[in-house]
C-alpha cells in the first residue's frame, strides 16, 4: 500500500531548541526533525514560517529523483525533506572532495540528480543527491544509509559539498546494491 503524504498548506517549519533541529509539522500528530544541527543552519531558521509554494515544488523533484534508488518510501519522503532543507536553509560549505577518487570525464549535474562518487580507498561506490549545482562544485546529501570514507562516518542524507570532478552521473536503471534500512526520524 503506498502512503498518500502530500505537502499542504498547513505544513510549517520551526526551530525546537529541544531537539537542537528544524522541524517540519505535517500535522498535530506528525513531526519531521531534520538531521542538521542549530550550528550547520542560517539564521532565517530561527522562527516558524510556513512550507512555502517553492518548498512543494522541490518536494516533488526531489522525492521524484528519489525513485531510482532502492530506499523505502519513508526513506524518500525523509531525503527529500532534507534536501529542501540542505538547499534553503544550510550555511555555506567548502568542498569536501579528498574522500572520493577523481572521474575520467567531468560533468555537471542539475539540481535533483541522483550521482555515485568513488571512495577513495577500496573504490566503493556512494550514491548522493544534488541539491545545489555549481559551475565546479555542488552540494549533495548522502542517499544511502551509513558508510565509511578514511575513518569517517558518513549518514543517511548528510550534507557534503563535493568538486564535480569528482561526480559521475548514476544509470537510469534501479540502484540495487543499497539493502540496507535506515529509519525515518517522525515524532508523534
Not at 157 to 176: G, S, T, Y
Request: with cysteine.
Amino acid at each position: 500500500m503506498k502512503m498518500a503524504f502530500r505537502p499542504t498548506d498547513c505544513w510549517r517549519w520551526y526551530f525546537d531548541s529541544k531537539y537542537d533541529c528544524l522541524m517540519l509539522e505535517v500535522s498535530d500528530e506528525m513531526l519531521f526533525r531534520s538531521c542538521y544541527p542549530s550550528k550547520m543552519l542560517i539564521p532565517d531558521v530561527f522562527s516558524d514560517f510556513p512550507f512555502s509554494v517553492s518548498d512543494a515544488t522541490a518536494y516533488y523533484q526531489f522525492y521524484d529523483s528519489c525513485q531510482s534508488l532502492q530506499l523505502t518510501q519513508a526513506q524518500q519522503i525523509e531525503l527529500s525533506i532534507n534536501a529542501i532543507i540542505a538547499a534553503n536553509f544550510l550555511k555555506p560549505q567548502m568542498p569536501k572532495s579528498w574522500y572520493f577518487v577523481q572521474q575520467p570525464k567531468f560533468f555537471i549535474p542539475k539540481v535533483a540528480d541522483i550521482v555515485e562518487v568513488n571512495i577513495q580507498e577500496g573504490g566503493q561506490k556512494v550514491y548522493l543527491l544534488v541539491v545545489e549545482a555549481a559551475k565546479n562544485a555542488s552540494l549533495c546529501i548522502i542517499a544511502q544509509p551509513t558508510f565509511v570514507a578514511m575513518n569517517k562516518t558518513f549518514y543517511f542524507a548528510e550534507a557534503i559539498k563535493v568538486m564535480n570532478n569528482r561526480l559521475a552521473p548514476i544509470h537510469h536503471d534501479v540502484v540495487d546494491d543499497m539493502s540496507a534500512i535506515t529509519n525515518l526520524k517522525a515524532i508523534s
